[in-house]
C-alpha cells in the first residue's frame, strides 16, 4: 500500500541548503517517505544529491533531472508520479524545528472533503505579488511548507514555471470551491527565504521580467 504522505524536496544547486532541510526533517519523521529531485543542477550536482539521499541522516530517493524544468514544473512532475494521497513540498532553504505538523496537516485535509491544500496562506494579485485581503486578491498556499491533495490536483491546471507556480493552479482551485486551508508553518519550519533565488535568480525569462514592470506601475 502507498503511504500517506511523501514528502518532496526540489534542489537545484544548493546541497547546503538541501541537505540541512532534508537532515531535520529526518531527524523528526525517520519513516516517512521522502523523495529529492535535482532539477538539472548538472552532473557535479546530481552527484551531490545522490550522496545526500543515501546518507544515513536522510535516507532519501533521489530523481535527477537532466535540465532545470524550474520549481512548480518539478512539484507537477512529483504530483504525477507519486501515488501517494498527500504530497508534502518542502522548500530546500527550510529547516523543520519541530514535529508534529505533517500530523496536523494532514488531519485537516483528512477531516474535510473540499479542502485540496494546507499551509502557509496569504494573498496575491493576479499577477502574483503579494496584496492585502481584499475581495478581489486570490487566496495563495505559499509552497515553502505546503501539503496537497493530490487527487484533487491532477484535476487542476498543472503548476507552471512562474514566480508564485501554484496561482493559476489555485485560483482554479478556489473556482470549484476547494478550500485552501491556513496552517501556523513558522511555528514548525523556519524558512530562510529565497536560498536558491538569491545564488541563482528566479530565472523567469522575458515573462517574468514583463510582469515584475507591469507590477511595478500598478498594472
Known sequence: MDAPVTTVIVNFRTPDL??????SFRSRYPDLPLLLIDNGSGASGAADLRRIAADSAVRASALVLRRNIHHGPAMDLALRQIASPFLLFLDSDCVVH?????ELMRDLLDRDSVAYAVGKKIFMDARGFDVP???GAHPYIRPICMM????MYRELPPFRRHGAPCLE???AA????????HFPVEEYVHHAGR????????RLGLRGKWNH???RFGL
Open 195 to 202: 536560498g536558491t533565488a538569491m545564488r541563482h535568480g528566479y
Open 133 to 135: 485581503e481584499s475581495p
Open 174 to 181: 478556489r473556482g470549484r470551491d476547494l478550500r485552501l486551508v
Open 213 to 215: 514592470l507591469l507590477h
Open 169 to 171: 493552479n489555485m485560483i
Open 98 to 102: 519541530r514535529g508534529g505538523f505533517v
Open 18 to 23: 538541501t541537505r540541512e532541510a532534508a537532515t
Open 148 to 151: 496537497i491533495r493530490g487527487s
